[in-house]
T-cell receptor, first 110, second 114 residues
Framework: KNEVEQSPQNLTAQEGEFITINCSYS?????LHWLQQHPGGGIVSLFM???GKKKHGRLIATINIQEKHSSLHITASHPRDSAVYIC????????????FGTGTSLTVIP | ETGVTQSPTHLIKTRGQQVTLRCSSQ?????VSWYQQALGQGPQFIFQ???????GRGNFPPRFSGLQFPNYSSELNVNALELDDSALYLC?????????????FGPGTRLTVT
């Protein structure tokens, strides 16, 4: 079983829709990251969270430490948001190792 | 400031050969982490270098080795290549080795082993 699980694996949305991607983890963490990966491989770090909520433009990330769950929300989705979104947990005492989810592939249709 | 760069972009090798992948960290960053991402999977942590010393390692065999130079650029070496080593190899640099430091990823090197 993977330490980090994401859902859904694939998501197709119409432009303008509100999107939610979920991440559950089974390990204690000191930080959780949300990453965006475009076709071709380049990864961009979107958020780093250890508690609460962060917002950047149309993106919002929340985390509930007690429930070991995080969500990434995209408001007013746009075709340029089409990418793979990956959550990565950073547990303490693991030699600086991240545990990554397998990603959610998002396609936003115009 | 320049971002994280990796070379080469693509590489094809034969089983049993050796390969060296390179990563230049973002200006001011002293920590580089390497990841392997198989097709359709999330990245897997290989190891991290902090100020030229290995600072953590994932579940990869010793034929995966690395190096960090005084300018904090880094190399990943893989000996005795196997077909399963075919993957996208990502490096990420950060200002420090702690968990609170954001990682900045390079574009990756796609390795194909035939």
């Amino acid at each position: 079983k993977n330490e980090v699980e994401q859902s859904p694996q694939n998501l197709t949305a119409q432009e303008g829709e509100f999107i939610t991607i979920n991440c559950s983890y089974s390990v204690g963490i000191s930080a959780l990251h949300w990453l965006q990966q475009h076709p071709g491989g380049g990864i961009v770090s979107l958020f780093m969270l250890s508690s609460g909520k962060k917002k950047h433009g149309r993106l919002i990330a929340t985390i509930n430490i007690q429930e070991k769950h995080s969500s990434l929300h995209i408001t007013a989705s746009h075709p340029r948001d089409s990418a793979v979104y990956i959550c990565a947990a950073f547990p303490p005492n693991t030699g600086n190792q991240f545990y990554f989810g397998t990603g959610t592939s998002l396609t936003v249709i115009p | 400031e320049t971002g994280v760069t990796q070379s080469p972009t693509h590489l094809i090798k034969t089983r049993g050969q050796q390969v060296t992948l390179r990563c230049s960290s973002q200006s001011g960053h002293n920590t580089v982490s390497w990841y392997q991402q198989a097709l359709g999977q999330g990245p897997q942590f290989i190891f991290q270098y902090y100020r030229e010393e290995e600072n953590g390692r994932g579940n990869f065999p010793p034929r995966f080795s690395g190096l960090q130079f005084p300018n904090y650029s880094s190399e990943l070496n893989v000996n005795a290549l196997e077909l399963d080593d075919s993957a996208l190899y990502l490096c990420a640099s950060s200002l420090g080795a702690g968990r609170s430091y954001e990682q900045y990823f390079g574009p990756g090197t796609r390795l194909t082993v035939t």
